[in-house]
C-alpha cells in the first residue's frame, strides 16, 4: 500500500506545477484543470517519493511539482513495475501507460546538478475511472492481467504522410487487422523518412510503452529516403529473419516485385517488432502470411507459453 505524498497541477503548458491538497480526476483525461491533461496516454504523471528524497539528499533544492510530476507516491518503485500496472485510490483507478520520456529541454535542475530523475524515473499513466484524491491518501496497487491481449502499435514512415500531403491508408489496415485478431492496438502514429526519429520511436514503443508488437509500413524499398530497416536494425537487440523471409516468399506468389522489398523482422528485448511494406494491398497480404503463427511467437517472447517442437508421427 503507497501513499499519495503530493499532487501537483499547472493551468498552462510550460509552466511551473503547483501543490494542491486535492484534485479532481477525469476518466479519458487526466486531472481537472491541469493542461497535460487530454485524451492519450500521458494523462498522469507519477514519481516514486523514495526517489525524489534520494536525489534531494544529493543536494537539490526541489519542491513538488519540480519535474512537472502530478504525483508524487510514497511505497511504490514505479520505474521497476511493468505497464500496464493498476493503481487504485479511493474511486480512482489509473493504469500505467509509460515508463520514463525522452528530455527534448534540459529543465533548470538538469543544468545545475547535471541529471534529472524524471526522464529515468517518472511514469505516466491513464485515468480509467474518476475522483477525488487528497494528499495523504493510501494507494493500491495491481499487477496487470497476464491473460490480457497482446499490446500493438502502428508505424506509418512517410514523408508526406507525416506532412499531411497523403492520407495514410495502410496504418488503418494494419490497425483493424490486429484488433479483429483480438491485439489491443495502444498507440498509432506517423513518421518521417529519418532513421534517428525511428529509432527513438521504436526504442520508446518498446521499452516505454512496452508494447508486445510493434509493425510499421513503408519506408522499406530502394528509395534513397527509405531507412525503415536501417533504423530496426539500429533498435534490436536479437534478430528475427525468418518472418521477413516468409513475408517475402509469400508476396513473390502476387509479384516478383517483392524481392525487392527490404523490410526487416527483430526483437528488441520483449517487443517483436516487423517491418511491413508502404501499400495497402502489400500490408494486407503481408499480415496473410504472418498474422496466424503471431500470437504463438509472442506467447514465447514474452514467457505466456512455452516452447514446443514437432515431433515425428
Known sequence: MGQVKAICISKKRGTQK???????????????????????????????YEKVAEFKARGADIFPGAFGENMIVEGYDFRNLPVGTVFRCGQVVLRMTQIGKECHNHCQIYHKMGECIMPVE???????????????????????????????????????????????????????????????????????????????????LSDGRQVDLILTTGGTGFSERDCTPEATMAAATKNAPGIAEAIRAYSMQYTKRAMLSRGASVIRNQTLIINLPGSPKAVKESMECILD????GLGILTGREGECGRTNP
Open 18 to 48: 503547483q501543490l494542491v491538497e486535492k484534485a479532481n480526476f477525469l476518466p479519458h483525461f487526466g486531472i481537472e484543470g491541469d493542461a497535460h491533461g487530454g485524451n492519450w496516454h500521458r494523462q498522469i504523471s507519477l514519481l516514486s
Open 122 to 204: 517518472g511514469v505516466f499513466a491513464e485515468v480509467l475511472c474518476g475522483g477525488e484524491i487528497h494528499v495523504g491518501d493510501e494507494m493500491a496497487m495491481e499487477l496487470p492481467d497476464p491473460r490480457r491481449p497482446y499490446q500493438a502499435a502502428v508505424v506509418t514512415l512517410s514523408d508526406k504522410g507525416f506532412s499531411g500531403e497523403r492520407e495514410d491508408k495502410s496504418g488503418p489496415v494494419l490497425t483493424e487487422m490486429l484488433q479483429h485478431a483480438g491485439y489491443e492496438v495502444v498507440e498509432t502514429i506517423i513518421l518521417p523518412d529519418e532513421q534517428k526519429k525511428i529509432e527513438t520511436e521504436l526504442i520508446r
Open 293 to 296: 503463427q503471431l500470437s504463438h
